[in-house]
C-alpha cells in the first residue's frame, strides 16, 4: 500500500477498498468499506471520494472489485461482462478526466490478462495509487519554487491530500512552500454548496499548522483589492490541450479577479487531468448537479419556496488568464496549445 505522511482518503485494505467519507468531514471520521464495483460508482457519484486524481484511484480499485467478481462469475468469459462495469463506472461523475484516464489504463491491462486477474489489476491499480502521490511531491517542489517572496495565497474547492492519492496538487504546493517559508498564510474560500474549503482545506490545514482562513466566495475580489492575496493556486479536473482549464465553479471568477488586480494564477494537477483529445475547454463536459444542494444546506431549506436553482459543478478558465500550470513533467508558463504539448512529450 502506497504511504503519504498526509491524511489519505483511500486505502485498500484486506481485500476491501476503505473511503473515508468526505461527506462527513470533519465533524465525523467514518471510513466505509466497499466490495463492489457499483458502491464505488455510488462512493464517487455522491461525493464520498471526490478531487479528480482521488476519483480515479478509487475507480482503478473498482475495477478490481468488478475483475474479482466477473471472473467467479465466468472464467472465460469476464472481460466481456466487465465492461458493463466499466461504463457504470464512466457514468459515475462527466468531468474529472482521471476517472475516464484510469478506466482506459484498466482496460488495456485486462486486454492482456490470462487467469485470475485479481493480483496483477490491483497491483496496477496500487501503481496509479502510488504513483500520484509522488507526481503530488514533484508538483510541490515545482510549483513552490515559482513563489519568490514570502506571500499569502487564495484556494478554491479542495485540491489537496483527500483529493488526491495523498499530500495534494494545490495544497502539495502549499504544503512545500510553507516549509520553505514561502507562503505564509492560505486564504480558503469556502466553496459552496459542498463547503469543500471550508470542511477540508481548512481541516487539512489546520491538521498541519498552516494558517488558515476561511472567507465567502464573494469576498475573494474585496480581498485582492485590499492586497491581501500574492497567487491564486487551484488544482483541475479536466486541461484541454490548450491549456483551458475546467475546475471547481467560481475558479473562472477567481482568475478574472487575479488579472485585473495584479495576483498570479497558478493550476497544479498531474498529467492524468490532462485531455489532449480536447482541444479547448467549450468541449469539456461540466457537470450539472441537482439543485437540491443549492437550495439545502444539510437538509434544511435555505432557499424561498418555490425559487429553482442552476448547480454547475464546474467551470473553464480559458488559458489566457492563467499564469502557469504546474504538472509532475514541468511547468507551463502562459500556456497554449503547443507548449503543452511539448510539456506533454517530457517523460
Ligand atoms: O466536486 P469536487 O469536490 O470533486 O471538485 C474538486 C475540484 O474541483 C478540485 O479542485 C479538483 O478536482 C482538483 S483535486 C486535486
Redesign the pocket.
Known amino acids: 500500500m502506497p504511504q503519504a505522511d498526509t491524511v489519505q482518503a483511500i486505502c485498500w485494505n484486506n481485500k476491501q477498498l476503505q473511503l473515508l467519507d468526505q461527506r462527513l468531514l470533519p465533524h465525523k471520521k467514518v471510513c466505509l468499506e466497499l466490495d463492489e464495483a457499483s458502491a464505488v460508482a455510488g462512493a464517487i457519484r455522491d461525493?464520498v471520494v471526490?478531487?479528480?486524481?482521488a476519483?480515479g484511484i478509487a475507480a482503478a480499485y473498482g475495477i478490481v472489485l468488478a475483475a474479482r467478481a466477473r471472473f467467479a462469475e465466468s472464467p472465460t468469459n469476464w472481460k466481456t461482462l466487465i465492461e458493463t462495469d466499466l461504463k457504470m463506472l464512466a457514468q459515475s461523475r462527466p468531468t474529472?478526466v482521471n476517472l475516464f484516464w484510469a478506466i482506459e489504463y484498466m482496460r488495456e491491462i485486462i486486454t492482456g490478462l490470462q487467469g485470475d486477474p485479481e493480483p496483477v489489476l490491483l497491483a496496477e491499480a496500487k501503481k496509479i495509487h502510488e504513483n500520484d502521490i509522488a507526481a503530488c511531491r514533484r508538483m510541490g517542489e515545482l510549483g513552490a519554487a515559482l513563489i519568490e517572496q514570502p506571500c499569502a495565497i487564495l484556494t478554491h474547492?479542495?485540491?489537496g491530500a483527500l483529493?488526491?492519492g495523498g499530500y495534494?496538487?494545490a495544497l502539495g504546493v502549499v504544503r512545500a512552500g510553507f516549509a520553505m517559508g514561502k507562503i505564509t498564510h492560505v486564504y480558503a474560500d469556502e466553496t459552496r454548496p459542498?463547503m469543500?474549503g471550508a470542511r477540508l482545506t481548512a481541516w487539512e490545514m489546520v491538521q498541519e499548522n498552516i494558517p488558515v482562513t476561511l472567507q465567502v466566495e464573494g469576498a475573494a475580489a474585496h480581498l485582492m483589492q485590499q492586497g491581501n492575496i500574492d497567487w491564486v493556486i487551484?488544482?483541475?479536473?479536466r486541461i484541454a490541450a490548450n491549456g483551458d482549464v475546467a475546475?471547481?465553479i467560481g475558479t473562472y471568477g477567481l482568475a478574472i479577479l487575479a488579472r485585473y488586480h495584479g495576483v498570479k494564477f497558478m493550476v497544479v494537477?498531474p498529467t492524468s487531468t490532462v485531455d489532449m483529445n480536447v482541444v479547448c475547454g467549450e468541449d469539456i463536459p461540466i457537470e450539472q448537479r441537482a439543485s437540491e444542494e443549492v437550495l439545502f444546506l444539510t437538509d434544511q431549506p435555505i432557499a424561498a419556496v418555490g425559487a429553482v436553482a442552476r448547480n454547475p459543478?464546474?467551470d473553464v478558465t480559458p488559458a489566457a488568464l492563467v499564469d502557469v500550470i504546474v504538472t509532475e513533467r514541468g511547468v507551463v508558463l502562459a500556456p497554449d496549445a503547443e507548449k503543452m504539448a511539448a510539456m506533454m512529450e517530457n517523460t
Open positions: 461525493m471526490r478531487g479528480a486524481p476519483i474529472a474547492c479542495n485540491a483529493a488526491t495534494g496538487t459542498w469543500q487551484v488544482g483541475s479536473d475546475n471547481k494537477a459543478a464546474f
